[in-house]
């Protein structure tokens, strides 16, 4: 399961919609406060919460992401070379 927004409410831009980021699993690794329920993030028990030590950490920082664990944005994997160097076009 993976989710992509391409704008927020406020109208602007995303990195989602230069494919520069992309969101797994949702449900099982919310961002807190605004996108689901920090009750349903159980890295080392559901299959589907990303974990500090999984194989798609690993993966996606070989190619140059980052993941949103730093912010409590579980799902979320950014492209921050891509993403600094082109965001301000889209309103961020």
């Known amino acids: 399961n993976n989710s992509c927004f391409c704008l927020y409410p406020r109208g602007n831009g995303s990195a989602h919609c230069i494919g520069a980021a992309v969101d797994i699993n949702p449900d099982q690794n919310p961002m807190p406060g605004q996108y689901g329920d920090i009750k349903n993030y159980k890295p080392g028990v559901d299959p589907y919460s990303i ?3 999984d194989k798609i950490v690993e993966i996606f920082g070989k190619y140059g992401f980052e993941w949103g664990n730093s912010y409590q944005d579980y799902m979320h994997f950014g492209y ?7 965001m301000s076009k889209y309103g961020n």
Request: a negative charge; glycine letters at 0%; aromatic letters at 0%.
């Open 80 to 86: 921050l070379e891509c993403v600094s160097a082109n």
């Open 51 to 53: 974990a500090s030590t």
